[in-house]
């Protein structure tokens, strides 16, 4: 499955598309990357006077380009009837962070599969920054599958 | 394994996935895992992994399908183990 065509299949738009690439991706795991967009709507009030990527807009990041990207390419590799519209729900969700992401930041993520049974993908996830520094790290796991009739 | 003490161990796994309103007293043979107990989609994902990891077996989609309630998923158990 072409890179591009995963990113045509996600269920996100603006301003809450949060992956530009992907550079690598196989059953294992995914590779990716999201430029900050310096005029991004949360930097108004995170923090006042004082922008900076909020933690839940970076396991967001985490989570797009990680497990839904992921999730993505795994449901395609199955039967042809797995490939229309998905349906997605974020189900837990365990991060840690170390260096904060200001504005117009660009980060890659890393993400490495733990299991996919049962529609439920469950992920170790890494982001960095541009500086190859760990920005946060940690494991989110998703339901995912197709949606009904689509 | 004794019945009780296979009932218990699953009792013990479901416990852990409960929602805060549901206690572990309204676990019984015949409940629902999710009409009953409440238990989400994902949540009924880690019981079948942790009940794999237990009794040593694997479910398939069928499986899953199948387990509606607490009483079947002792007789997945019972099935899967009388196989192995």
Redo the contacts between chains.
Sequence with gaps: MPLNAILDKLPYDEPFLFVDQLVSIDENGVEGSYSFDPHAWFYKGHFKNRPITPGVILTECCAQIGVVCLGVYLLNGKSPGDRGPIQI?L??SEMEFYVPVYPGERVSVKSRKL?F????LKCEVKMYNAKEELVCKGSI???IKPLPNG | MEESTKYDTLKRIISIYLPEDVSVDAIGAQSHLINDLNI???????I??DVEDEFDIM?E?DD?ERMQTVEDALKIIDIKRSKK
């Design positions: 729900a189900s837990s299991y049974r049962f529609h439920k796991a998703g339901m | 989400n989609s994902a949540h009924l994902v880690d079948v992994l479910f989609n899953m």
